[in-house]
């Protein structure tokens, strides 16, 4: 599934989730090939880059799929995030309206592939800090109610976007070496639907609405 | 914030982006961040087409081909003197078909799709469209981020707010008004873009509206909530690779790659960034000219031409990048041969009935008058996002899922005579996780989860008819034997399933069976871990490394059955091999109301495969007895 036994390296599927102008596909140049936003054209169809990483002499290959942010567009959700090892679920701080849509997405990747998946969630934007309208305590408080890691990210200045792939992809290859030694002695896989979170979301949302 | 200063604040936003359109690049000296407006000197060569490439030019345009379009030209220029005449409508197929000479594919594509006609029945309602979405249009945003990012590097579009520019955002500003049922969707831009190579802003606006309403092209159902279209014409396109291209359909299978992955822009944006500019115009000349089929016509010839290379890439980026990157860059053959090669593609679907996907339904046109100004409401003018998915969106969804296990609605298979061992239990298969799926999706769609069973009780099927469908095939291949018919999954390669190593259980009450015959018929699914088992082993061609799970099918047969009150399923625990409790098969129960009358008197079975790849084991008592190909036509095999 994720490791590629023959080659000794680990290939890990990422996407990127978040609603449409939130920096999606600048993050990713940004992280792929270090440039913001010249040439980059619309993300209409997802595609994927790839990325090479060694941590702690481990091969590492991540295809990190981009997606359509377009509202009208997350109904294909389950093509995309189908046998992810990991999301990327990106807001931008100046518009609270994409931090509810993060809620969704964690909702909707936590029924359909349980803890399965690692979750990371990304404040991008900073350079915009000024016309910050997402509450930075919220944000982190949320993060961890869901158990996912939060980043703040400027792919336009450039920060924290190294951080952002790197911590989710240690977070990734913990979860595959733990996952594979449960292997061994597992013989089913049991979905696991964390039936704690919905009531706590629930009033979360609400809350975001009368904001 | 209160809505009031929400509501202040996105129409302050739509302002200030209009303002920004309306005043132009000259005007806004200093103001464009530098990100937004590449150097030009990042490229050094433009194309015919105005592309601007950072290499060398991809095709070289020889002389001799220059030649031969200035004297296309000369006949074009005659032709379109004379366009409604008999003789042009004689030669225009011919003459398209070998492409439009550039310099006069403004005046054919207008000519093609009646621009004119349907600008001159609307006069000033462009303009007016235009003001109301100053006002008005809830888009603005997301068609201001688009139009940044549309087309790039092509000279009209990279400059920031450049003439061609502004130019994209008014007619995508005005769209969005003129169909208040799309607004704006995320592929507008780029079909608005092509034609603005070629057009000025109004005629356009109304090319791009013949394109999304003009029932020959009917793109307005690929933008719609839903995208009904999309779904239609890519299950079309599945059935097309199932009849004539099964090996790379079963290889794309094997990776888990929906053709959602590598198509959507073939259909929302026939084929504009996906194949090289010139072979893209090429396409739609034809398109414009015939309409729908060309796209489903495309799409199977550009599959059919690389299929050798595909079917060597074994990794599903792989396949992904070549067919959206590798093949926009360099499509690897000439685009006169391409065209050709679609003409026959044409024909060979023709032939086959698969050339079209038929009339849209009416759900895929436009329902509301267009034109019409329709008031968005509060949430839409903040900007707010829905919640939860509509129904609309939420049947999408679905689709989507059930798309994934390569199982559609009206999938022949499940509905036909026509069934298919192999086809039966991989769909049952994928059926069942997609229902497991989808019941997930109910669940967190309602919010009211309360227990997971994951087994039965979740497990009722949304689709009755499918279902209903299924449950018939499987009977039509049964099966009157005392042969214990063990088959193996196809197998999705890598899918790590949440939900696998569930029994579900189907139930049937008797009514979905036509009563060819009389069996007990259970279905198991065993995780991979007990491949051991002593009735079966995988068959290699069928299974791949990483399946993970075997699917067995036991047919009990009741030489007894003469009387109804035989009909009950033999324990299957009997059988050797099934004393583990935790694989105990669960019984599907196919039993016709009138069944004892039909029963054959011979142990033969009946199995139809389409598949010229899978071989088929036929086993009798959890031996192998032989694996073969076994013909299209349906058969009678002697088991003995």
Redesign the interface.
């Known amino acids: 599934m994720a490791t590629n036994v023959a080659s000794g390296a680990h290939n890990f599927k990422v996407v990127l989730l978040g609603e449409g102008c939130v920096g999606k596909t600048s993050l990713l140049l940004r992280y792929i090939e270090d440039k913001f936003n010249d040439k980059h054209l619309t993300t209409l169809q997802a595609t994927f880059l790839n990325k090479r990483l060694n941590i702690n002499g481990k091969r590492i290959n991540l295809s990190i799929w981009d997606t359509a942010g377009q509202e009208k567009f997350h109904a294909l959700g389950p093509i995309y995030y189908r046998n992810s090892n990991g999301a990327i679920l990106v807001y931008d701080i100046t518009d609270e309206d994409s931090f509810g849509k993060v809620k969704n997405w964690v909702k909707e990747l936590k029924k359909m592939l349980g803890s399965d998946i690692v979750l990371t969630i990304a404040g991008n934007k900073i350079d915009l800090e000024h016309e910050r309208t997402v509450p930075l305590e919220e944000a982190e408080s949320y993060a961890n109610m869901v158990g996912a890691k939060h980043f703040y990210t400027s792919a336009k200045l450039n920060q924290g976007v190294e951080d952002l792939f790197l911590d989710l992809t240690k977070e990734m290859l913990n979860k595959s070496e733990q996952t594979s030694q449960m292997d061994v002695s597992r013989t089913s896989q049991v979905l696991v639907v964390d039936d704690e979170l919905t009531p706590v979301q629930t009033s979360c949302c609400s809350g975001s609405k009368s904001n | 914030?209160n809505e009031e200063a929400l509501l202040a604040r996105a129409s302050e936003e739509r302002e200030r982006i209009f303002q920004r359109y309306e005043r132009g690049r000259e005007n806004l000296v200093g103001q464009i961040d530098p990100?937004?407006d590449?150097e030009f000197e990042?490229y050094h060569k433009t194309d015919r087409y105005g592309f601007i490439h950072d290499e060398r030019l991809p095709q070289k345009t020889g002389s001799q081909k220059v030649n031969i379009e200035v004297e296309r030209e000369k006949k074009w220029v005659k032709m379109l003197g004379n366009w409604d005449t008999s003789a042009t409508k004689e030669k225009l197929h011919r003459r398209i078909y070998k492409g439009i000479p550039n310099s006069l594919r403004i005046k054919v594509w207008c000519k093609l799709m009646d621009v004119n006609k349907v600008k001159s029945a609307n006069p000033g309602k462009f303009q007016e469209m235009l003001k109301l979405a100053k006002l008005w249009s809830t888009d603005v945003?997301?068609i201001d981020?688009?139009v940044n990012?549309?087309f790039?590097?092509h000279q009209f579009y990279r400059e920031r707010y450049s003439e061609k520019q502004c130019s994209l955002f008014n007619v995508l500003c005005a769209y969005s008004m003129y169909n208040s049922e799309v607004g704006y969707?995320?592929?507008m831009?780029?079909l608005a873009g092509v034609l603005l190579m070629y057009m000025d802003e109004e005629d356009a606006f109304w090319a791009l509206a013949v394109l999304l309403s003009d029932k020959k092209y009917a793109m307005h159902g690929l933008?719609i909530?839903?995208?009904p279209k999309l779904t239609r014409f890519l299950e079309h396109h599945d059935k097309i690779l199932t009849k004539f291209m099964p090996k790379l359909k079963h290889h794309f299978d094997k990776f888990?790659l929906?053709a959602?992955?590598y198509s959507?822009?073939w259909f929302?944006?026939c084929f504009v960034?996906r194949v090289p500019f010139s072979l893209c115009l090429r396409v739609w000349d034809i398109y414009l000219l015939d309409g729908e089929r060309v796209v489903t016509a495309m799409a199977y010839n550009i599959l059919k031409l690389h299929k050798k290379a595909i079917m060597k890439l074994n990794d599903m980026?792989l396949i992904?990048?070549y067919i959206?990157?590798k093949l926009h860059k360099d499509f690897g053959f000439e685009d006169d041969f391409v065209i050709y090669q679609l003409e026959r593609s044409m024909d060979e679907l023709k032939r086959a009935k698969l050339d079209y996907p038929g009339q849209p339904p009416p759900t895929e046109l436009p329902k509301r008058q267009l034109g019409i100004f329709v008031e968005p409401d509060k949430k839409q003018k903040i900007?707010?996002?829905?919640?939860?998915?509509s129904e609309t969106?939420?049947q999408?969804?679905a689709t989507?899922?059930l798309?994934?296990r390569g199982i559609s609605y009206n999938d022949t298979v499940l509905t036909g005579t026509g069934a298919t061992v192999n086809s039966i239990q991989g769909n049952l298969l994928k059926r069942e996780k997609a229902e497991?799926?989808l019941h997930?999706?109910r669940?967190?769609q309602s919010?009211t989860?309360?227990e997971?069973s994951?087994v039965a009780a979740g497990m009722r099927c949304d689709d009755s008819v499918s279902a209903l469908g299924s449950r018939r095939s499987l009977a039509d291949t049964s099966v009157t034997s005392t042969a214990d018919l063990s088959v193996f999954s196809s197998g999705r390669s890598?899918?790590?399933?949440?939900?696998?190593?569930t029994h579900s259980n189907v139930s049937d009450d008797a009514t979905g069976s036509d009563g060819s015959g009389i069996c007990g018929l259970s279905i198991q699914r065993a995780?991979s871990?007990t491949h051991s088992t002593p009735r079966a082993t995988p068959h290699p061609p069928s299974v791949s490394p990483?399946s993970d799970d075997i699917v067995r099918i036991h047919v009990t047969y009741n030489p007894l059955a003469a009387s109804p009150s035989h009909l009950t399923p033999i324990n299957p625990s009997k059988y050797k091999g099934y004393n583990d409790e935790h694989h105990k098969p669960v019984s599907l129960g196919f039993y016709p109301s009138n069944g004892a009358m039909n029963l054959p008197s011979d142990n033969r079975i009946r199995i139809q495969v389409p598949s010229e790849e899978l071989l088929t084991p036929v086993v009798d008592s959890g031996r192998i007895i032989t694996q073969r190909f076994i013909d299209h036509r349906s058969e009678m095999y002697d088991l003995k």
């Open positions: 914030m990100w937004e590449p990042e945003r997301q981020s688009d990012r549309q790039r590097e969707c995320q592929g831009s780029g933008y909530e839903g995208f888990g929906d959602i992955l959507l822009k929302f944006v960034e980026d992904v990048n959206q990157v900007g707010q996002r829905a919640e939860n998915f969106e939420k999408a969804r989507v899922i798309r994934e497991m799926e997930e999706l669940v967190s919010d989860v309360s997971h994951g890598h899918a790590p399933d949440n939900s696998l190593d995780p871990t990483l």
